[in-house]
């Protein structure tokens, strides 16, 4: 599986240095492929809104770099949905950079990316949570604690459920473990949190495993009034 992903990634590759692109936002072609597939003009007018909120219940904090809505959602949607992986180097890019200031006051030691059920991982060839926590560790110099934290059941589907309906769902679906959590801070990378379900749950597990703190780092947060 993982040989015929590659291959087909370095395919698409090609296609994309010998043909032009479109921008996946304005639709323009492009003569080769800027910044995962967006033009320069469409990146630089990206509505980032860099926030944080402290936390509840297991987390120390929840940091975003941008609000769930227009252009953030349109290339979340294509990251996630549309097999737009390459999107994800420079979104976590964006992402670090955008959240630095917030980051170095809360020192993380360690960067955990929210796990895919194995079948829900196949099934897309990825998980973008763990691509975009890549890049972030590598932007800040931070380690990965791959596989310390693992979706051991698929649940529900979270879209549509209230706050308790998805506490409720996603009760046991996570196992944390490994001795690299004792004591460590731990950044837990997602792309999109709606109301911190899924964070709070996994968190839970890192603290239970060792974990000293954890705080929540996305991509996206849909907006209160959304």
């Known amino acids: 599986m993982k ?7 370095l395919l698409e590759a090609l296609l994309a240095a010998t043909f032009p692109a479109d921008c ?6 492009l003569p080769w492929r800027q910044e995962g597939g967006v033009c320069l003009a469409c990146w630089r007018k990206l509505p980032w809104t860099p926030g944080l909120r402290p936390g509840r219940g297991p987390l120390h904090a929840v940091i975003w770099a941008a609000d769930y809505e227009g252009a953030v959602k349109r290339l979340v949607r294509g990251l996630k949905f549309e097999d737009m992986d390459y999107l ?3 979104l976590g890019r964006e992402v670090a950079a955008r959240l630095a ?8 030691d360690l960067v955990v990316a929210v796990p895919l059920h194995w079948w829900r991982r196949y099934r897309r060839g990825f998980n973008q949570a763990a691509l975009l926590a890549a890049s972030i560790a590598r932007h800040h110099g931070l380690p990965i604690g791959a596989r310390l934290l693992r979706r051991r059941r698929a649940g529900r589907r979270q879209l549509g459920l209230s706050r308790r309906e998805r506490l409720r769902s996603l009760a046991g679906c996570y196992a944390a473990r490994g ?7 731990v950044l837990l990378v997602d792309d999109v949190t709606t109301t911190g379900a899924t964070l709070e749950a996994c968190a839970r597990e ?7 703190r954890v705080i929540g780092c996305v991509l996206a947060r849909t907006p209160r009034n959304a």
């Not at 040989?3 to 990634?9: E, M, S, T």
């Not at 996946?24 to 072609?29: E, N, S």
């Open 24 to 29: 996946c936002l304005c639709t323009r072609a």
């Open 101 to 108: 200031p917030v980051l170095r006051g809360l020192d993380p």
């Open 206 to 212: 890192l603290l239970r495993a060792g974990a000293a």
């Open 88 to 90: 994800a180097g420079p």
């Open 179 to 185: 001795a690299r959590l004792k004591g460590r801070t």
């Open 3 to 9: 040989a015929a992903f590659a291959a087909r990634r």
